[in-house]
């Protein structure tokens, strides 16, 4: 064990809280990065979960809520981590499994609304009672349809459906195991009472021994060494929130997005230091001159012996959007994913102590998506299209998402309180430019695990 840092002190604290007499029966621990998700809503000044939501479209009365609640349940009996609530017992995290349960909840839009802001709304009121795993279905009237996202539903009214997750119970490996798993599910019928006990205790177990490799391997990576290094490369970090709003919009939330070229190798080979590099100067462009904020990109996966259970692994990795050329960002990037296991509120705990301004608040998000990898979702007959739904809130000033299919998709959107138009645009220009010029380069690093 390492001592004081504060994997070990939580780890100490919850061994304490659950053995012996009057422990909880059944409460696991988090992960750090279950734990950076519940910080992300303690600083979020409306309190709000981060959501991972999933949006597609169906032919009207394609989906059965009925059969979808079954195996939403089903699945949920399988996987603890659908089934799990967080809650903070004497100033400790922990996960509790509860009892199974599939929920569907049919939205209707109010006067004035559209399909999809009806989604939103639904979205915008979650609940911490309840499961982690929720869908929410709407109808949109033929004339309502986006042409850019008809494909395979033209022609007629068509289903919306959003799959949405809460981020402390999935990462990105985890979609392709729901999406596959709800299909399975959909297609045979079972419900949370068809899973044997075996089964589920087999789950159960499973997903506990993943939770705890995944806390000792983030023990062994807050050693002093990794605690200096992060020290170290957040030393410089300045002005990391926008001090300017534009509160003249109705949307509390800007977007934009562009398709870029690729190369003949499908863009698999595109560098995700180039990635960052783009997002970096976007971020000093967002946060103005002078400032070096802090992005934040989902990185790593399941320690080697862990069972592939589905559940929230992926560490948020923290990236000064410092100045420089690409090579030395490079450079840079690898010695951080030498260390990129080291949890993050370790990371945000190193840097205070020396000296950094930070709170621990993301100045901007990168995510990377390659839709390929991911199973499309089969409701019985009825294959869905996966669609785009801007609006919702941003769980920082701005988030850059990046995805692969048949070109290079970029959206980023931002917190209109926060960022005001003009500059936003201004930095997505400059995001794209980056990117544009560099949509195939050499193979010579990664992309993100997960």
Known sequence: MQPGNITSSYLARYRHLTDGAGAHDGALPVTGAQRRFLLARR?????????????????????????????????AALHPALRAR?????????????APT????????????????????????????????????????????DAADAAGTAGGDRDLLALVLDHAACDEQSLGLITAGLTDAYRDGPGPRDVPADA???????YRDAVHLQLAAEERASHPDALAYWAQRLSGIRGNSPTTADASSNSRTGKALRRLPIGPDGGRATAFPVLLDACAAAARTVHGPGSVPVLGYPWGGRPPAAAPVLGCFLNTVAHPADAGDLAGRAAAWWDD????????????????????????RLGGLLTFEDLGRRPPLRL????????HVDGRPVQAPFAVSVSYGTDLL?????????????????????LTGALGSRTAPPAAHPAPAG
């Not at 609940?127 to 869908?135: E, I, K, M, T, Y």
């Not at 260390?339 to 301004?357: C, M, S």
């Not at 980023?412 to 220009?429: G, I, K, T, Y």
């Open 410 to 430: 970029v959206r980023m959107a931002w917190d209109r309180s926060a960022v005001p138009d003009h500059r936003a645009e201004e930095a997505f220009d400059r």
């Open 337 to 360: 994913l030498d260390r990129a296991d080291t949890p993050f509120d370790e990371v945000v705990h190193a840097a205070r102590r020396a000296g950094a301004p930070w709170s621990g």
């Open 102 to 145: 599939g929920h569907v909840e049919r939205v209707r839009p109010r006067p004035g609304e559209t399909a999809r802001d009806a989604l939103l709304r639904a979205l915008g009121e979650w609940s911490a009672d309840g499961p982690p795993l929720r869908f929410f279905l709407a109808t949109e009237a033929a004339d309502a349809t």
């Open 380 to 387: 019985g007959g009825a294959t869905g299209h996966e669609i």
């Open 43 to 75: 600083l979020d000044p409306a309190g709000r979960p981060t959501l991972v939501p999933l949006f597609f479209t169906f032919p009207a009365g394609a989906v059965d809520p009925d059969r979808l609640r079954a195996a939403a349940g089903h699945l």
């Open 200 to 206: 589920a205790a087999d789950g159960l177990a499973a």
């Open 86 to 98: 967080q809650l903070v017992l004497r100033g400790v995290p922990l996960q509790v499994p509860g």
